[in-house]
């Protein structure tokens, strides 16, 4: 076997161009073609192992063996060392002579061996991805699973691909996020955004201010009904993340290769903290309360004072997360504050005055600032919506582009990362059918807008566009209290999602990306995933 692998690698894929039925695989791999021999099937049965020639590829190996485990019942053995004797094996193989990208990966189905290999362990995570949609899309219950001849060579497109999940308006156990972390890796996404902190609950433990989870993780009653509502349940409703709870959700994204980011939201959207801490708002006179209605961005104030008692206070809380996070970045909000709060602040005002800032556009600006100076004093970077642009853009900070495009293509033309997820395109909050199955935002973000979206604006120069970093969709949960509700949003959105921030433009198709929508809904069938039966119809 070692050196069947050996010539393998060095050959790096002799790919014939043979015609045949090719699998459908989503993302679209950049090149996916029949095997040298095509007739040749490779079949996987209770004496299968996967073979790994280095133990960085563990990770992808149970990732692949749990799942084959879980949806078709055979146990399948992961080892090191190889076995001339085995008649059947999946070999994922790390080697650095393969490819400078260490994104890159190729898979090669030949008959009495699956070879997949890259340069890196999250390469042959990739590889794995891959495979699982080599696999039935249903178990039949024979014991083998029988996988065609092919050859793939694929890597992303963007190095940025990824998700949001909001679970301040609703709260969702780590075993949901655990599962939705899973989704995502299948989608070969790499970046959780876990949007933690906002007006509706405060979801994780800081230990030096312990009333934002004692006060702020809990509401004493949510709307009924589309905004503005028929009314109010009056049941209290919360829930946080223990730090222990944090790193282990960590743990368990690091193993599938994605980095998890966490959102804590200044200087607005920040009445659950204004609920523990009033003295930090501005109007610290006022009983302040953790909201229960949405849509509250300029009828409740929500804002910090910029005051020295609040930066520490902010210094204190991030400073926390920072040691808990080992992601690069940190996000800070920095979206929908009202300026209407600073402005009739008298303390905002002396500060303005002091600092010499002429509005209070310049006053968001100089909050920003000051706060991406002490996250970069970490040596972390920070991402905002892009509001953060008001007043002037921090000198390190990334954005994240909701309001259209507009910011985005600002932010480029300054230099800087860039992140699109416009609202109309991204938001999977937003209802999938003009007549849907149940309560969404009251927006349309069907299938195809999705698939159609195009991350890179074509006003920007090529050198412009190298700035735009990758893209991401967003999943807000006013309308989504549980998860079953949560899967029903996002797919199969997720899947036009992943192709257009993994494949190559000019591979996108959408008639050609529902035929192979199909497949993968059978898949999500076997795994008992809630999507809209309605896309069967498609």
Known sequence: MAKT???????????????AQLPH???????????????????????????????????????????????????????????TKTKSSINLVLDSRLYPNPDKYFVSVLKNQLNAGSASGQGIFYAVQTIIQLLPPANDNSGKLIIPSVDVIDYPRFAYRGMHLDVS????????IKKYIDYL??????????????????????????????????????????????GNDGLRYGGYYTQEEVKEVIKYAADRYINVIPEIEMPAHSMSVLAAYPELGTEPS?????????????????????????????????????????SQYIHIGGDEASKIWWKQSAVSQQIMKR?????????????????????????????????????????NAIVMSWRGEKGGIAAAKQKHKVIMTPENMMYFNHSQ?????????????????????????????????????????????????????????????????SEILWSPKEKRNYPDFLKRLKTQLKRYDLMKVNYSKKYLNN
């Open 355 to 395: 600092n010499g800032i002429k509005d209070e556009s310049g006053l968001q600006s100089y909050f920003i600032h000051r706060i991406e100076k002490f996250v970069n004093s970490k040596g972390k970077t920070i991402i905002g919506w892009d509001e953060i642009l008001d007043g002037g853009l921090a000198p």
């Open 286 to 326: 006022k009983k302040y309360e953790v909201a229960q209605t949405w849509g509250i961005f300029n009828k409740f104030n929500n804002v910090f004072q910029p005051t020295e008692q609040t930066f520490k206070f902010l210094e204190e809380v991030l400073t926390e997360v920072m040691e808990l996070f080992p």
């Open 433 to 497: 059918f003009v007549k849907d199955d149940s309560l969404t935002a009251a927006k349309f973000l069907p299938l195809k807008t999705v698939y159609d979206y195009e991350p890179v604006p074509a006003v920007l120069s090529t050198e412009e566009a190298s700035y735009i970093w990758g893209g991401q969709a967003n999943l807000w949960s006013e309308y989504i209290a549980n998860p079953a509700k949560a899967e029903y949003m996002v797919f199969p959105r997720l899947d036009a999602l």
């Open 169 to 176: 308006r609703h709260f969702f156990e780590v075993a949901f």
């Open 5 to 19: 692998l050996s010539s393998f690698i060095l050959s790096v894929l002799f790919i014939t161009t043979v015609q």
């Open 185 to 230: 890796a299948l989608h070969k996404l790499n970046n959780f955004h876990w949007h933690l902190t906002d007006d509706h609950g405060w979801r994780i433990e800081i230990k030096k201010h312990p009333k934002l989870t004692e006060i702020g993780a809990w509401r004493n009653g949510t709307i009924i009904g589309l905004y503005p509502g028929t």
């Open 25 to 83: 695989i989503i993302p679209q791999p950049v090149e996916l073609r029949p095997g040298k021999f095509p007739q040749d099937k490779f079949t996987i049965d209770k004496n299968t192992i996967i073979f790994i020639t280095d133990t960085t590829a563990k990770p992808a190996a149970k990732f692949l063996s749990d799942y084959i485990a879980r949806y078709y019942h055979l146990y399948l053995n992961i080892s090191t060392n190889p076995d």
